[in-house]
T-cell receptor
Framework: QQQVKQSPQSLIVQKGGISIINCAYE??????FPWYQQFPGKGPALLIA?????SEKKEGRFTISFNKSAKQFSLHIMDSQPGDSATYFC????????????FGPGTRLSVLP | SQTIHQWPATLVQPVGSPLSLECTVE??????LYWYRQAAGRGLQLLFY??????ISSEVPQNLSASRPQDRQFILSSKKLLLSDSGFYLC????????????????FGPGTRLTVL
């Protein structure tokens, strides 16, 4: 029940296209859902996050869509750029317990020029 | 501002040798600290986390151990390395209690690339 599932495992998108990564969870106590971006050889860094009181959060070209009833959330990258090529991790936590995240297995995104 | 350091950046060790990886955090006090391992092309496996000096929680059984001798120092050790210990080791920190309405996050260090031969 602590698991966060993520798909696809890898994704190839043309420059200017939309990248979509999906995640699903089982534990209904989760109330904080961040996305992390990791470039090769670097540590992950927070990209964007959402709480279940909203269905969508947008920051620039990055949007999280959240479906509480389906226990699913997704990351959309609009106008994908080669510089977006990285591994993306979704995560979930119970905020009152602190920042002990359960991470998804990751999606390797490649944006072709 | 807060910074997190890890060293060494890369390490090549023979099977059966000991290991000591160090992580330190600056600019904050009483952080939660975490050790993760990332195999090549794989996800983040939480190994240990600590909520205070001397307090270590282990997430998976392995031949690794962790210690927190000081508030902002976290050490990952092994007495005898296995081939399967190869990977990218990441240390992270977070505040103990998040801020309501803000982005609450784990801040990751630059990582240590460990190759066991």
């Amino acid at each position: 029940q602590q698991q966060v599932k993520q798909s696809p495992q890898s994704l190839i998108v043309q420059k200017g296209g939309i990248s979509i990564i999906n995640c699903a969870y089982e534990n209904t106590a989760f109330d904080y859902f961040p996305w992390y971006q990791q470039f090769p050889g670097k540590g992950p860094a927070l990209l964007i996050a959402i709480r279940p009181d909203v269905s969508e959060k947008k920051e620039g070209r990055f949007t999280i869509s959240f479906n509480k009833s389906a226990k699913q959330f997704s990351l959309h990258i609009m106008d994908s750029q080669p510089g977006d090529s990285a591994t993306y991790f979704c995560a979930a936590s119970i905020e009152s317990y602190g920042q002990n995240f359960v991470f998804g297995p990751g999606t390797r995104l490649s944006v072709l020029p | 501002s807060q910074t997190i350091h890890q060293w060494p950046a890369t390490l090549v060790q023979p099977v059966g040798s000991p290991l000591s990886l160090e992580c330190t955090v600056e600019g904050t006090s009483n952080p939660n600290l975490y050790w993760y391992r990332q195999a090549a092309g794989r996800g983040l496996q939480l190994l240990f986390y600590s909520v205070g000096i001397g307090q270590i929680s282990s997430e998976v059984p392995q031949n690794l151990s962790a210690s927190r001798p000081q508030d902002r120092q976290f050490i990952l050790s092994s007495k005898k390395l296995l081939l399967s210990d190869s990977g990218f080791y990441l240390c992270a920190w977070s505040v103990t209690a998040g801020v309501v309405g803000a982005y609450n996050e784990q801040f990751f260090g630059p990582g240590t690339r460990l190759t066991v031969l």
